[in-house]
């Protein structure tokens, strides 16, 4: 079991670019989240499904973030015209139903 | 909401000595979390423990339920345990948690 898989591990993009992270939840999970890390903010959940349905966005930036979940074995966070305060990084975790959580090793996230 | 509150924010020790680190929530809680970050690094879970007490290696967690408290023992703290630890209850008996802000451990040789 190679637990949570996060694509790529550093991303750089410029502003106003596209910027897309992968994530490979544990074979078997049925729910997986997307949370984001910062010094000032701290651990912010962002969004999460469950058997690859979106149940809760209440955390993500409406205009420019979208998540999706095409099928069991993986989901991408998109964020749109990227600004340096999305700079971050964007961590994945997996679960089973109503169990602990697993994280991912992040993505870090840098808008220049 | 849940609301989740860690104290101290931040700890120094000498290794050797023991922490004692508290989690107070606001709801109550079916799943309760314990998780280490190393600096730079991602989280790490070290107990899951909604109730009652468990232990592994030098962790030892307490958590009341009624009282809507948990605790983390680090026995015999070492220069490796230093990082930043959180805790992270359930909301609303759904898959979902909050986190806390954190205890930042820093332990020096």
């Known amino acids: 079991n190679a637990g949570v898989i996060q694509t790529p591990r550093h991303k750089v993009t410029g502003k106003g670019q596209e910027a897309t992270l992968w994530c490979e939840p544990i074979s078997g999970h049925s729910a997986v989240f997307w949370y984001r890390q910062t010094i000032v903010q701290g651990l912010e959940f962002l969004t999460y499904f469950r058997n690859q349905a979106p149940i809760d966005d209440s955390g993500m930036p409406k205009e420019r973030f979208s998540a999706q979940m095409p099928n069991q074995s993986h989901s991408t966070l998109k964020i749109q015209s990227t600004q340096p305060q999305d700079s971050a990084v964007y961590l994945c975790?997996?679960?089973?139903?109503?169990?602990?959580?697993?994280f991912g090793p992040g993505t870090r996230l840098t808008v220049l | 909401g849940q609301q989740v509150q860690q104290s101290p924010s931040s700890l120094v020790l000498q290794e050797g000595e023991n922490a004692e680190l508290q989690c107070n929530f606001s709801s109550t809680a079916t799943q309760l979390q314990w998780f280490y970050q190393s600096p730079g690094g991602s989280l790490v879970s070290l107990l899951s423990n909604p109730s009652g007490t468990k232990h592994t290696g030098r962790l030892t967690s307490t958590t009341v339920t009624k009282e809507r408290r948990s605790s983390l023992h680090i026995s015999s703290s070492q220069t490796t345990d230093s990082g930043t630890y959180l805790c992270?209850?359930?909301?609303?008996?759904?898959?979902?948690?909050?986190f806390g802000t954190g205890t930042r451990l820093q332990v020096s040789p």
């Open positions: 975790a997996s679960s089973l139903p109503g169990a602990e959580q697993y």
């Open positions: 992270a209850i359930d909301t609303s008996n759904t898959d979902k948690v909050v």
